[in-house]
Nanobody
Framework: VQLQASGGGLVQAGGSLRLSCAASGRTFSNYAMGWFRQAPGKEREFVAAITWSGDTTPYADSVKDRFTISRDNAKNTVYLQMTSLNPEDTAVYYC?????????????????WGQGTQVTVSS
């Protein structure tokens, strides 16, 4: 599976963006998918994840109630809808695929990483 993230950009505080992560290969639906981010000078951190069926979607406390993760297995794509963005959300956002959501959300046992897409939120 290869992952291609897109949808990043520059947005004003309070605005919204939707990130997409398109996966190649026919085994996309076998994977839990996640989004992580890394701000300048900081470690990569978990943002959100989703099981293969979409029935479990944990979020980092910092984005809960503002971000929504979803997936379309028919399109081999996972999305991250981001609303009420603030400058602290500025980071490179990465999508990731793993077999098990509990380890994926820890950034462990990640099978595939996407290349990252830059999100910049201006104040």
């Amino acid at each position: 599976v290869q992952l291609q993230a897109s949808g990043g950009g520059l947005v004003q505080a309070g605005g919204s963006l939707r990130l997409s992560c398109a996966a190649s290969g026919r085994t996309f639906s076998n994977y839990a998918m996640g989004w992580f981010r890394q701000a300048p000078g900081k470690e990569r951190e978990f943002v959100a994840a989703i099981t293969w069926s979409g029935d479990t979607t944990p979020y980092a406390d910092s984005v809960k109630d503002r971000f929504t993760i979803s997936r379309d297995n028919a399109k081999n794509t996972v999305y991250l809808q981001m609303t009420s963005l603030n400058p602290e959300d500025t980071a490179v956002y990465y999508c990731a695929a793993g077999r098990w959501l509990p380890t994926l959300r820890l950034g462990a046992l990640v099978d595939h990483w996407g290349q990252g897409t830059q999100v910049t939120v201006s104040s």
